[in-house]
């Protein structure tokens, strides 16, 4: 359930925060993924975060490594887990530049897709992302998910205001494709 091929979800590890809040501050990573004031994690945030995220059933958070040498590339969560409707919203990040567009984000999604509707019985799977973000709406399509919909200028990003897309799949939708 929790291991691929190159990459498992996995707990958290006593140096993930230190090397999060160092690898916050790429650009490319953190500005498509915050729809709103960037704040400067320190590690204790990224701990704090995880560690609240384990006693908690409102969220789940993983940590997501490489499976030769247990290496952290990234971490995905699923957020505001509704138990009445069978619904959460999907996160995902990949810091380093250098563990994007690897194969990882999608070996992920199977995982935290098949964990979100096995284990924890969800009906639909939701998440947000700007259109621009390309290689990570290809891997939402490859998986699955469908688009429903737009926010029209709901985020003032690099100068412009641009839309937020919504994506979901369903529960019966991923079964039929595995």
């Known amino acids: 359930m929790f291991i691929g091929k190159n990459v498992k979800l996995s707990h958290y590890h006593e140096d993930d ?15 498509p993924l ?6 400067p994690y320190t590690p204790e945030n ?3 975060l995880f560690r609240e995220a384990a006693d908690s059933y409102e969220r789940v958070e993983f940590t997501v490594r490489k499976i030769d040498d247990n290496r952290l590339i990234g971490f995905v969560d699923l957020l505001d887990i509704s138990i009445r409707n069978h619904s959460c919203e ?8 250098e563990d994007r567009s690897q194969g990882y984000g999608s070996e992920t999604l199977d995982l935290i897709l098949d964990y979100g509707f096995n284990n924890l019985n969800m009906h639909k799977i939701k998440l ?3 259109p621009f973000n390309i290689g990570a709406i290809k891997a939402y399509t490859r998986a699955g998910f469908n ?3 737009s926010s029209k200028d709901e985020v003032f990003y690099k ?3 641009v839309d937020i897309d919504h994506y979901a799949i369903f529960q019966n939708d991923w079964y ?3």
């Open 176 to 178: 039929a494709r595995q």
């Open 34 to 39: 915050c729809n709103d004031m960037i704040h």
């Open 147 to 149: 688009k429903e919909g």
């Open 159 to 161: 100068g412009q205001w």
């Open 128 to 130: 947000s992302v700007y």
């Open 90 to 97: 999907l996160g995902i990040g990949f810091p380093r530049k």
């Open 17 to 31: 925060a230190k090397k999060l809040a160092e690898w916050q501050w790429d650009d490319d990573f953190i500005n």
């Open 46 to 48: 990224w701990e704090k």
